[in-house]
């Protein structure tokens, strides 16, 4: 019941001293507000690569052909390395014993036509296990079938951008589209994914919306290299049963397509996962010293407490002597005093809170960075502002519950 | 015996000087007595009425409070015989400003850990006694001298303490007031509650029943007052 007496009087303090309130509340609102933004940087940060790493598959190594210049391509040629090929490909299969699934693909840039309409897409070459490997998503239709593959088939799978600047209201499935100078029928539609707005190690960023693509067998058998002396296979995807073997396969791998090349340097491996947690260590560096600058303004406002509440006891010293007269113990004026810190930097808390939650949504509304706060950061800070209330506030607390009660009750 | 002091001392030291305000006071009060301490500024009455209300500590010597040896208490359980068993009235009154009569009366009641309904009520119930129930939700600064004093009453009455300190309780009133007040003090002697009164005004303390004169920390004078008192209160007629 005393405690409901001492948040009335710190509420009715605090309300009668707005200003002064206000004043010393800033540093705490400023340290809350800003731990919360710099927090919901970070984490929308974290959200955005994940997302990123978990369309690469966190599972998946990758093993990509290196963009090569022609001259650079025709000096690897000449020391024997054909680039990668679907040999790699059975290689890996038979050598690496830790694989679940493996997928080759080639791409290319292509010309594609439907009607009136034209766009520049990647023509990519898949096998019917592509879209296991990379979970992909059917907006409608369905991905390539093993018998299509089998029978090198004129279909093929269209990205959503495509889609949509082709087919804006009739139904693609079942339409035929012209890619370079060969007529596929649209089997189905992906779902719209996330955009690549970073090169992620050698995957340059590209929208893989705008991609179509065909069954292997189709694009080896009826498409045109792109250049003369290209790589049989862009890209090797290689998911590997269980995650803790991904490193030892990826060592593996690796060594097997050297060989097979010659040790010319024309591929590299790409692993999501332990991109992933390279990106999330320096991160984690990042948020450190971002919470450190935070923390250093919550430390202010908790000095700025610290001052107030020694001159309110100071004011009321009077105040303190009469309590103690009629019988208030000790602990019920520390209590007093601790509640009305605690008060000021709760409330300080509360507005910071507000503030921070505006400031991340206003980032993300006027800026490209992408914010998203937790729950935990919310808490974190709150917490924060609660020690910072009652460590600040003990000292002017117990200073006046250790006033005697005679010389303060005639403090004038 | 409610009050036994056995050769009181009480020494301060202020700079280099040690001043002796209590010099050897040896003082018994009953039950229900209604005394008055008298004495010239610097005698040492409100070294003694402080340590009287277990506000402070004597330098040597025996207080015994209701058979409890005050100089063996802890801080907490001097705060709760104040609470408890005493009541503060001042001469400025002392009530917290920023409170409503009815607050200011509610504290004690708070710190004895009674609920908000309850203290409500006990709060309530005193002021209408003062004849205040009109003026309970106005701040002190609303409040007339004697209102002040009288809401000051209240709140020394609230846990029903049995002993009233009052430190010159008519220092701040027009003599009419402080001679309502003072008859009010003789209506809670009669009801039961011990008094003792530090003044420093020879007509006040003829209220109560026996004057102690106090000087350079020693009593020089204890006996019973002339015993006109009721005829000091039908003057005033204020015998209601």
């Not at chain 1, 948040?7 to 731990?35: C, D, P, Q, W, Y």
């Not at chain 1, 490997?133 to 495509?162: A, H, P, T, W």
Request: overall charge negative.
């Amino acid at each position: 019941m005393q405690i409901e007496e001492n948040i009335r009087v710190a509420f009715n303090g605090l309300v009668e001293h707005k200003v002064r309130s206000f004043l010393t509340m800033l540093g705490i609102i400023f340290g809350v507000a800003s731990v919360i933004a710099m927090l919901s940087i970070g984490e929308g940060a974290k959200r955005e690569a994940i997302k990123k790493y978990q369309q690469l598959g966190v599972n998946n190594i990758i093993v990509r052909d290196k963009d090569l210049s022609d001259q650079e391509l025709e000096n690897v040629r000449a020391k024997f390395s054909n680039g990668l090929s679907l040999k790699d490909v059975e290689s890996i299969r038979n050598i690496v014993p830790q694989i679940d699934k493996i997928s080759p693909q080639a791409e290319k840039a292509s010309e594609v036509k439907y009607e009136d309409k034209s766009l520049k897409a990647n023509l990519i070459g898949v096998t019917p296990e592509y879209d296991e490997i990379l979970n992909y998503k059917m907006e409608s239709g369905s991905f390539i079938n093993n018998d299509q593959y089998q029978r090198q088939l004129k279909v093929c799978v269209i990205g959503s951008e495509v889609a949509s600047k082709f087919f804006k209201l009739g139904d693609p499935i079942g339409q035929s589209i012209k890619i370079d100078d060969q007529w596929l029928e649209v089997i189905g539609v992906l779902q719209s994914k996330a955009l690549f707005t970073e090169t992620v190690g050698e995957l340059a960023s590209r929208d893989l919306n705008s991609d179509i693509y065909v069954p292997l067998s189709t694009f080896h058998g009826r498409f045109d290299k792109e250049k003369q002396l290209a790589s049989e296979l862009k890209q090797i995807t290689i998911k590997v049963e269980d995650s803790k073997n991904i490193s030892k396969a990826a060592k593996l791998i690796e060594n097997i397509v050297s060989r097979h090349h010659f040790d010319n340097d024309d591929f590299s491996i790409i692993i999501p996962v332990e991109l992933l947690k390279q990106e999330e260590k320096e991160r984690r560096i990042y948020n450190i010293l971002l919470g450190s600058i935070a923390a250093i303004s919550l430390l202010v406002g908790g000095i700025g407490i610290m001052n107030i509440m020694l001159a309110t006891v100071m004011e009321r010293t009077r105040e303190i002597g009469i309590r103690r007269a009629i019988g208030a113990k000790r602990d019920a004026i520390l209590s007093q005093f601790i509640t009305e810190s605690l008060t000021l930097s709760i409330t300080g808390g509360i507005i910071g809170v507000l503030l921070g939650l505006s400031l991340s949504i206003s980032i993300s509304f006027f800026t490209e960075i992408t914010t998203s706060v937790t729950l935990y950061s919310v808490l974190i800070a709150f917490l924060f502002s609660v020690i910072v209330g009652v460590t600040f506030g003990y000292l002017p607390a117990k200073k006046a519950a250790n006033l005697r009660p005679i010389e303060s009750i005639r403090y004038e | 015996m409610l009050i036994e002091i056995k050769d009181l001392r009480k020494k301060y030291i202020m700079g280099d000087i040690e001043v002796e305000a209590l010099r050897g006071v040896n003082l018994n009060i009953q039950q229900n007595e209604f005394v008055s301490i008298m004495g010239p500024s610097g005698s040492g009455k409100s070294t003694l009425m402080n340590i009287l209300g277990c506000l402070d500590n004597p330098s040597s010597g025996q207080y015994i409070f209701d058979s409890v040896d005050v100089s063996l208490l802890n801080d907490d359980e001097l705060s709760e015989i104040r609470n408890q068993k005493i009541g503060f009235i001042f001469q400025t009154f002392n009530l917290l400003p920023k409170l409503s009569a009815l607050q200011n009366v509610e504290l004690p009641l708070i710190y004895a850990g009674y609920d908000k309904h309850e203290r409500r009520e006990i709060a309530r119930e005193a002021l209408d006694k003062m004849g205040l129930s009109s003026r309970a939700d106005h701040k002190p600064n609303e409040l007339s001298g004697g209102q002040r004093q009288r809401v000051a009453i209240a709140r020394a009455l609230a846990t029903k303490p049995g002993i009233i300190l009052a430190d010159e309780p008519t220092g701040n009133l027009d003599s009419k007031t402080g001679n309502e007040i003072m008859a009010l003090f003789r209506e809670l002697n009669e009801e039961g509650n011990t008094i003792i009164l530090i003044t420093h005004e020879p007509e006040i303390a003829e209220y109560a029943d026996r004057a102690i004169i106090i000087k350079d920390g020693l009593i020089i004078s204890d006996k019973p007052t002339s015993g006109n008192t009721a005829e000091v209160l039908s003057e005033n007629s204020l015998t209601s």
